[in-house]
């Protein structure tokens, strides 16, 4: 059965003003007993008070996180250059999967250096396998470009057949597709799925101060703006159909995540995004 846990990349804050241990304490009072680790140094600090959370507070740690490369000025972990630690982090905490976030920015506009990234993908996953840990990749919009008439995550599925999928099913609407239909499509390769909401807001006053001054290019900027993430369920996706997809293709983990709170508190949205899932009948799964 699946889990419902938290992407920590909404916590990033928490994580470095009280800790590991503290941050992910207050995500299981909350109820939540998993956790995907994303834009957390994995110091020596923090991979100790990670592995304490899982053996004080039960919390299970779902995947972690590392690019290919690392672009120079940029945090984060290499599978290139750091390979043998993120091996050794992932085996002290149980963690069975590392994903990739996203692309490498510099082939977001070149098939040829997606299918470069693609090739030597592959050949990470596949060494990974060796160590018993298997390899997924993120999507955002940008996957849903298409080349010659197929869709690019097609082409990177194809391409990197030894690497599986955690899909986003805020970016696949807002890439143009259905969320469940496409999970269903890659059920073969989907291992985890990031629980985020779409939501068209409200349009702010100053975009009406903007058409009243006659600025109408701030008022269109307001106006294509106003799809945001959301807290689950208080947006428009549907996610009883999203949930029981997801569970029909065996994904392992559901991870809710909000790319930006628009000035709420992290915790308190984690708990409207719990609470809405209780209320749809998925407390089972926390």
Not at 31 to 51: H, K, R
Not at 189 to 210: Q, W
Not at 230 to 254: C, H, R, T
């Amino acid at each position: 059965m699946a889990k419902i846990g938290v992407q920590a990349m909404m916590l990033k804050d928490s994580f470095v003003e009280v800790g590991a241990l503290e941050t992910l304490r207050k995500v299981s009072e909350i109820g939540y007993s998993a956790v995907e680790i994303s834009q957390i140094p994995m110091t020596p600090e923090n991979v100790d008070e990670l592995a304490r959370s899982r053996d004080e507070l039960g919390m299970d740690i779902a995947s972690l996180s590392a690019n290919l490369r690392i672009a120079p000025g940029t945090p984060g972990e290499s599978l290139t250059t750091g390979f043998d630690k993120i091996v050794a982090d992932a085996k002290a905490l149980d963690v069975s999967m590392v994903r990739i976030g996203m692309l490498p920015f510099d082939a977001m506009g070149s098939l040829d250096k997606v299918l470069d990234f693609c090739d030597a993908t592959n050949d990470v996953a596949a060494r990974l396998a060796e160590q018993g840990i298997g390899l997924y990749y993120h999507n955002h919009h940008i996957e849903f470009a298409k080349y010659d008439g197929k869709h690019l995550l097609d082409i990177i599925a194809d391409r990197a057949p030894l690497l599986g999928l955690e899909l986003d099913v805020h970016w696949i609407q807002r890439g143009g597709l259905d969320p469940v239909s496409t999970i269903a499509k890659y059920s073969d390769r989907v291992a985890m799925i990031h629980l985020k909401d779409y939501r068209i807001g409200s349009m702010p006053d100053s975009a009406f101060e903007a058409l009243a001054s006659g600025d109408i290019p701030a008022f269109m900027a307001a106006f294509t703006g106003v799809v945001q993430f959301a807290e689950v369920g208080e947006g428009n996706l549907d996610f009883p159909g999203i949930i029981e997809q997801s569970l029909a293709s065996d994904a392992k983990y559901l991870l809710v995540e909000q790319d930006d709170l628009y000035g709420r508190d992290v915790f308190d949205c984690l708990a409207t995004s719990r609470n809405n899932l209780v209320a749809l009948g998925y407390e089972h799964l926390f």
